[in-house]
């Protein structure tokens, strides 16, 4: 999917949200300087582990340092 009009979102339809909420969070694409918490389940590990890979592959993107990564394995599927 590439970027146009429809996909954009609307500069005023956001304020107008943004009144309606108490806090209003907004994602940037530069991780440096978060720390990151990862919860991964042992239940169905092989596509756990795909899903844990890519999500560690999105982070090293956004320059999120290893060292702010962390990282655990719990039983279960919850």
Partial sequence: MTSTD???LD???V???KIR???HLEGSLVGRGIRVALVCSRF???SRTRLLEGA???LRD???DRSDIAVGWV???F
């Fill in 44 to 46: 169905n590990a092989p």
């Fill in 21 to 23: 909420v108490g806090e």
């Fill in 15 to 17: 304020q107008e949200l």
């Fill in 75 to 77: 039983p279960g599927a």
């Fill in 56 to 58: 560690l592959d999105v």
């Fill in 11 to 13: 500069p005023r339809r």
């Fill in 6 to 8: 429809e996909t954009q």
């Fill in 62 to 64: 956004g320059r999120v």
